[in-house]
């Protein structure tokens, strides 16, 4: 457990430590001090995290600066180097300190954080659960918009991830009195121990999100947001599905963003040749009223939308007959192709044609006895 750090005038912590940093805003305020970060950026806007010590010495290619010379600087100096080159000194923004904490998962990318704080309305005051903590990124976001007056529960099942985040939310905020709790274990064990109905916001940030939709159902207030952050179509649809049978759910609505950056001098004036591209998608719905159904759907789905099985479904669905035929002559006829190189059709074809009428004059006379057999137990 890491020391609590309570008070800005340098009350004597858990550890027997002092503070030496203000909390809340005017932590972000004020000159350079021991022990904070600061986001060194050079001439090619090269950007370096590193935190400052006394006696502390950051040396790179081109740059080599005493940390003496930065604590007690404003915040915003551009700051003259030994070797003659310049840096410019700032804190890290929370974007900047994601991309740059330790991290023993995958961290959710800034664009994608804001996307969750405002699709699943993360209000101040607001009671959220988080499957999947990670690294802590996302969960950083959350604790700032709900506030002091609000209630997050991140659940992680891994208890070293969950150190690793705790870790870096706690270096963040720079004190553990934080309105957040941390859960090792299953996530539907935390939202079945939940009052009914008293939970805001579900977010999911884990492989099979679906196996805890009842347990989200549970947990979730009428309105309530439930979503899903997941990186492969196949996920998304099923999560999707899984939340239309439940029938408890508003209809999901599924989306990615994409960030892409300009490079800006004079008259040249173009995309970045990099951008932050796919990296998850977000569905979203909402928890019903308990005496409620959802809303029919009146849009005709695609034609072939259902035809086939469900990537996940272990039992494959049955080909319709017709589809199979057409299949069975493209593959006659490509042999044909492959054989003669000709684009008419071959011996192949031929012989198939004649086994499919067969089989059509076959199932006719068998449709037929049947129809008879009936209507003679019908006359009976």
């Known amino acids: 457990m890491l020391p609590q750090q309570i008070t800005a005038e340098g009350k004597i912590t858990k550890m ?53 010379e930065i604590i007690g600087k404003p915040e915003g100096t551009v700051l003259a180097t030994e070797t003659g080159h310049e840096v410019q000194l700032m804190r890290p923004l929370l974007a900047d300190y994601v991309l740059s904490m330790p991290r023993g998962a995958t961290v959710v990318y800034p664009k994608d954080a804001g996307q969750i704080v ?27 918009a709900i506030g002091e007056q609000g209630q997050l529960t991140s659940v992680e099942i891994r208890p070293e991830f969950a150190e690793i985040a705790q870790g870096n939310v706690y270096s963040w905020f720079g004190t553990e009195e934080l309105p957040w709790k941390v859960e090792i274990g299953a996530v539907a064990d935390v939202l079945y121990a939940q009052e009914p109905h008293s939970i805001d916001t579900v977010i999911f940030d884990m492989l099979a999100p679906w196996e805890n939709i009842a347990p989200a159902a549970h947990a979730l207030r009428p309105g309530g947001v439930i979503l899903a952050y997941v990186t492969t179509t196949t996920q998304m649809s099923r999560f999707v599905e899984e939340l239309r049978q439940a029938e408890v759910f508003s209809e999901p609505e599924a989306g990615e963003s994409f960030v892409r950056t300009w490079h800006l001098e004079g008259l040249a004036v173009r995309p970045d040749h990099r951008m932050v591209a796919h990296t998850g998608f977000l569905v979203v719905a909402r928890r019903l009223a ?22 996940w479904q272990e039992e494959a669905a049955p080909i319709s007959e017709r589809k199979l035929r057409k299949v069975r002559r493209d593959v006659a006829r490509r042999a044909d192709q492959e054989t003669s190189g000709l684009s008419t059709p071959g011996q192949r074809s031929a012989e198939l044609d004649a086994e499919l009428q067969a089989h059509g004059t076959q199932k006719a006379a068998l449709q037929r006895l049947t129809k008879d057999d009936v209507s003679a137990e019908k006359e009976q």
Do not use: W
């Open 16 to 68: 027997g430590q002092k503070n030496l940093h203000p909390l809340g805003a005017q932590r972000r305020r004020g000159p350079f001090r021991p022990g904070e970060r600061v986001q060194l950026t050079d001439a090619k806007n090269r950007k370096y995290t590193i935190t400052l010590t006394t006696d502390g010495y950051f040396h790179s290619t081109r740059l080599r600066i005493a940390h003496r």
């Open 118 to 144: 405002m699709q699943a309305d993360v209000f101040p005051g607001a009671k959220v659960v988080e499957a999947g903590l990670g690294s802590g990124a996302l969960a950083l976001s959350l604790l700032s």
């Open 290 to 311: 308990p005496e409620s159904q959802p809303l029919r759907r009146k849009i005709r789905p695609a034609p072939a939308a259902y035809n086939e099985p469900y990537a």
